[in-house]
């Protein structure tokens, strides 16, 4: 999944469609270049002639610096740059007189054709990530967060390592709507995702469950590791002003409930005791984090509305 925003993506996505055409234009020209005889331009033999070209230019601009720890994104680099330095080198051959070792050519013709396929493959991670990721916060959407879990699942049971669940959900939210109207809210819970994410490590997971309401998922975390980093992001959270559409600073609290991801239960199961822990937090006044306990499954049983503290 790719950690960048939805509007990056899709700008990244049109970026790589364009890089694509203007490097079958370039391939095209030097071929022609090298079979007609043509003078060819310098910028090709120079020794930073892959930074050069337009792909080039894109590919290192800052525009795509969050870009770079992803490993199709550097995976083009290497075939690139190698494409460039062929091409350098068959223009330096027929400069010299020599002609062009055929493995030399196929390799060229083949460069296009792997950097193509490293382009597509960064385009259907960039499509993926598109369709996994909710179009208002940010977050995951739901679509992948049964896999992810019954992943991390298999990890939890063969490796030993411990996962932790929190069901966060914002407290009063509705107040928020109604104060402010829905924009307003929308960009609340859009400011808290970030707010959340800047606490998260990186592969720490955050998918949008419902309306108000994140599931975080904490790889290698046992509970108490998760409510040390729960706690730290709900006062984070509770500290923070967020500023909206309108201009209206918004300050939220959120109630978390904590389980720890169970390896021989449905992982269903695990969700359902982060959220009966959230109620707890609920109940117990908002603005607070609950580790799951066997008893808040019975009084989840009862049907209830949280209750205002
Ligand atoms: N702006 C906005 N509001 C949403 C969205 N999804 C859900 N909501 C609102 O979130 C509110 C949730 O309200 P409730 O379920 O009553 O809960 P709450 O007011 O947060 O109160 P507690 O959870 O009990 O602390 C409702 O008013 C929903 O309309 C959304 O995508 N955007």
Known sequence: MLSIGREQLQSVASQLKQALYNHEHWHKDIIRTIVCGLNHDQRDVAPDAHKLCRFGQWYYSD???????????????????????????????????????????????????????????????IDE??????????????????AALREMQALVFRMSQSCTLAMLDIDHFKNVNDTYGHIVGDDVLAGSVRVIRDILRPYDRIFRFG???????????????????????????????????????????????????????????SIDRADHAMFAAKNGGRN??????????????????????
């Open 63 to 125: 525009v795509t610096e969050n870009l770079r720890e992803h490993q199709a994104f550097t995976a083009m680099e290497f075939e690139h740059k190698r494409m460039h330095q062929i091409a350098a080198h068959m223009l330096q051959e027929v400069d010299a007189g020599h002609a062009i070792e055929v493995t030399e050519y196929d390799n060229f013709a083949s460069a296009l054709d792997r950097l193509r396929l490293e382009l597509m493959s960064m385009n259907r991670e």
């Open 129 to 146: 990530s598109l369709y996994r990721t909710d179009t208002l916060t940010g977050a995951e959407n739901r679509t992948g967060m049964l």
């Open 211 to 269: 309306g108000e309401e994140f599931l975080i998922v904490l790889p290698y975390t046992n509970i108490e590791a998760g409510w040390d980093i729960t706690e730290r992001l709900r006062r984070k959270l509770a500290d923070s002003v967020l500023t909206t559409v309108n201009g209206a600073d918004v300050k939220v609290t959120v109630s978390i409930g904590l389980a720890e991801l169970d390896a021989s239960l449905n992982v269903e199961l």
């Open 288 to 309: 607070r984090t609950c580790k799951w306990e066997a008893s808040m499954d019975l009084e989840a049983e009862i049907p209830k509305h949280p209750v205002e503290k």
